[in-house]
């Protein structure tokens, strides 16, 4: 049984050391397509670890502006069959009619260009500059919270494969979610987040991955004023922070990082 899973399986392998070999058990991060359908039109596929499924739903819908909250999904059900996992939605009118006038809107991803919009201008359609206010005590704990993700990245710990994306609080992680994906791991997160009703104002997200553009778009679909990432940003993303008034940490290691944009 794949769906919802922990997010890891085992295979066996054979390890090679110098001129000797080992068969053994090893672990590997799953991803399998996972279609997301509202309304009963199919709207997007994605490559994913099959953990916290409904909250990854919640957050690429709220991520994406295909909801404006929680309030316009009324419904969520998730199957299985030989050739991935279907999670079916229902949304509002007022979502699903604004989706389907949009539904070549929706950016790419790094890797494959833009897929699917059809000019520049489209690129910032919609996203509002970011309203929560930053606090100068979150530069002072990223440190601290970027040592935290290390030691809590259970599917990472396995099998070295899996992005974490966090939620932190007065220096302290208090939600991290993982995926083979570093946007599906934020979706995760900001679907929890939008869940539990927390509010934005009073942390901001690390993450082990680069700071990719769409990372910035999420972030700022969802007001939040701080993204850290281990790794390097790309010129987008650090153009798209400023334009939106994101503050971007890079480069977070040890007691060091750049900022890029605030």
């Known amino acids: 049984m794949v769906l919802d899973t922990l997010g890891y399986e085992t295979v066996e392998v054979y390890r090679f050391h110098h001129n000797t070999s080992e068969n053994e058990m090893d672990y590997i991060v799953q991803e399998y397509p996972v279609a997301l359908i509202y309304n009963g039109i199919s709207h997007a596929v994605m490559m994913a670890t099959p953990a916290d499924l409904e909250v990854f739903a919640k957050g690429f819908s709220l991520s994406e502006g295909i909801i404006n909250s929680l309030n316009e999904l009324y419904a969520i059900e998730m199957n299985q069959n030989e050739l991935g996992i279907q999670i079916e939605m229902t949304i509002s009118s007022r979502a699903f009619i604004a989706?389907?006038?949009?539904?070549?809107?929706?950016?790419g991803r790094t890797g494959c260009g833009l897929c699917g919009i059809e000019s520049l201008k489209q690129l910032y359609l919609d996203l509002p500059s970011i309203s929560t206010h930053l606090k100068p005590s979150w530069l002072n704990q990223i440190p601290s919270a970027m040592a935290q993700l290390k030691?809590?990245?259970?599917?990472?710990?396995?099998?070295?494969g899996a992005h974490a994306a966090a939620w932190v609080v007065n220096g302290q992680i208090?939600?991290?979610?993982?995926d083979v994906g570093r946007h599906n791991a934020l979706d995760k997160l900001l679907g929890y987040l939008a869940e539990q009703k927390l509010d934005v104002g009073d942390g901001f997200v690390v993450m082990t991955s680069r700071a990719s553009y769409e990372l910035i778009r999420k972030c700022a679909q969802y007001n939040i004023a701080l993204l850290a990432t281990i790794s390097a940003p790309t010129s987008m993303a650090i153009e798209m922070a400023k334009k939106l008034n994101l503050t971007l940490a890079s480069f977070c290691r040890g007691d060091k990082f750049v900022l890029y944009s605030q």
Do not use: W
Not at 99 to 107: G, W, Y
């Open 99 to 107: 989706l389907k006038q949009h539904r070549r809107m929706m950016v």
């Open 151 to 160: 030691v809590r990245q259970t599917i990472s710990e396995l099998t070295g």
């Open 174 to 178: 208090i939600a991290l979610f993982e």
